[in-house]
């Protein structure tokens, strides 16, 4: 007589944590796949039916059907018509007593790989530029840095349009417009908001479809720079660049930020003959500071004397709250030595992975050969619906939404800031981008503060990790204001007070005398 399991045995064996990031069908999957795996569940008994099964664990019935059908497609689960789904009897007893009883292997030390130069630098890269392991809850966006908020997004539209482009457009019918500097009309329309809202001159055929902003730098710096060629780099410095460079082996110059950003004349002092600049010029991450319209000159005319290239990073530029967004660097080069670069991770969403080159028009064609031994062409679709969702009016009427959500927000976060630390911490420039930095007293480590945070359920990056070079680290916090609504910034800065107070009683506590 085949055995049957009443749907309450079931809660026995499938606990839903709805808090959790794995999806609940797949939460069913795998607590049904490990009770058949370790016996929990005989082979040949009947399970309850997927409606019965629904109403005990309180989840619709198509949750339930997509375990089951995966468990089934699998073979731990068999449906016969009219029976019912059963447990199958075909699993070898010995092959489950081996999964059961596996004792995994004592550790012991890979061997030794051969690697490549830039493999074994790829390898110490790894090891020596990773963060420490701490994590806060996936869920957490509290303090979240150069994150926009994807609650904010139209994604009902952007599906309406994909829909829309899908219907109207068989893939193969754009296959053309698809060359190695990637699809035209959008190449077209960045060419044209480049143009009018950031002031930078240039003509479609000079404008590169990316991967990102690390895409495009890797290409300019594998096309502009031979080994051991200098670069100057702000300090602190916008992490993945320095990962880029030193892979290439570029010489890194790093060079000190102040309050007009990049000093020019220190660089110049130290390294007249480098090849290569990398700035942020309209917000200098990670400190917020903007290179002054003197120090633009400065940086443009010695890089026309020396023969250097200039790499902008306008990574953020339309967040700026008070007066207009300050044109870009590139646009006052009248000598074509900047290399301009933006991304759109920042102001529509980071899983569009879309960026922008534009090269001067005398790299065209190196930038063109580059994509081509480089191969990196890019799927035709995200390029096609972003450049409708242009062309359409809705991406100028989303940065304008934005840059009010965003502005009410730092207003409320400055506020909240100067309420639980006011006098503690030394705040940046908070009148463009998605962040403040926040610099801690002296003798305080960020990395603690950090880790204190973490445990708080906040992400807030150590600002000494920025730097480069034998430079004595500043310490501070970046903070990031744009992912998180006004409430949800009421919740999380006493937190963070909570946090640095409770380093700053451990420090106070390590450096008393004892008794």
């Known amino acids: 007589m085949t055995k049957s399991l009443p749907a309450s045995f079931m809660l026995s064996i499938i606990r839903l944590e709805s808090q959790l990031p794995t999806p609940l069908y797949r939460q069913i999957y795998e607590a049904l796949r490990q009770a058949i795996i370790t016996r929990h569940l005989d082979a040949g008994v009947r399970l309850p039916s997927t409606r019965d099964l629904a109403e005990v664990l309180l989840v619709s019935r198509n949750t339930v059907i997509n375990a089951i059908d995966q468990l089934i497609a699998e073979g731990y689960l068999e449906s016969r018509t009219g029976s019912g789904t059963f447990v199958t009897s075909e699993l070898p007893e010995e092959s489950l007593s081996a999964f059961v009883n596996h004792t995994p292997p004592e550790p012991h030390p890979l061997p030794k790989r051969d690697l490549s130069e830039h493999g074994t630098r790829y390898d110490w890269l790894a090891q020596r530029f990773s963060m420490p392991r701490v994590s806060p809850p996936p869920s957490s966006l509290a303090f979240n840095v150069g994150v926009p908020d994807l609650r904010a997004f139209p994604f009902e539209q952007w599906g309406q349009m994909a829909a829309r482009h899908f219907r109207d457009h068989p893939p193969l019918a754009i296959g053309s417009e698809q060359g190695l500097a990637g699809y035209l009309p959008l190449r077209e329309a960045v060419a044209e908001y480049l143009r009018v809202a950031r002031g930078v001159r240039c003509e479609t055929e000079q404008v590169f479809i990316t991967a990102g902003t690390q895409q495009s730098l890797y290409m300019a710096v594998r096309l502009l720079c031979n080994a051991g060629d200098a670069a100057w780099v702000e300090n602190p410095l916008y992490s993945p660049v320095r990962n880029v460079l030193y892979a290439e082996k570029i010489s890194l110059v790093p060079i000190p930020v102040d309050d007009e950003g990049l000093d020019v004349e220190a660089g110049i002092h130290q390294a007249p003959h480098a090849k290569l600049v990398y700035v942020t010029p309209s917000h200098q991450f990670p400190t917020g500071s903007t290179l002054s319209l003197a120090r633009r000159m400065k940086l443009l ?188 910034i009421r919740t999380a800065m006493p937190k963070l007070a909570q946090a640095i107070e409770e380093v700053m009683t451990q420090s106070a506590d390590s450096s008393s005398p004892s008794r």
């Not at 010695?302 to 207009?324: H, K, P, T, V």
């Open 301 to 488: 005319h010695w890089a026309e004397q020396a023969g250097a290239w200039i790499l902008e990073d306008d990574y953020d530029s339309e967040f700026r709250y008070s007066g207009y967004p300050l044109a870009s660097l590139q646009g006052l080069d009248v000598h074509n030595r900047v290399v301009y670069m933006g991304t759109f991770s920042k102001v529509l969403f980071p899983g569009l992975r879309l960026g922008y080159v534009v090269a001067p028009p005398d790299l065209v064609k190196a930038f063109v050969g580059a994509r081509a031994v480089m191969g990196y062409t890019l799927p035709l679709e995200p390029q096609a619906i972003t450049t409708q969702f242009i062309r359409e009016g809705h991406f100028t009427r989303h940065i304008r939404r934005m840059r009010k959500l965003y502005a009410e927000r730092r207003d409320v976060f400055m506020e909240e800031a100067a309420r639980y630390l006011g006098g503690l911490l030394e705040f940046g420039p908070s009148d463009a981008g998605m962040h403040v930095i926040a610099w801690l007293p002296k003798g305080m480590d960020d990395r603690q503060v950090w880790e204190a945070a973490a445990r708080q359920g906040l992400r807030t990056p150590p600002a000494s990790t920025f730097y480069v070079g034998n430079t004595s680290p500043r310490q501070g916090l970046l903070l990031g204001f744009s992912p998180i609504t006004p409430d949800e």
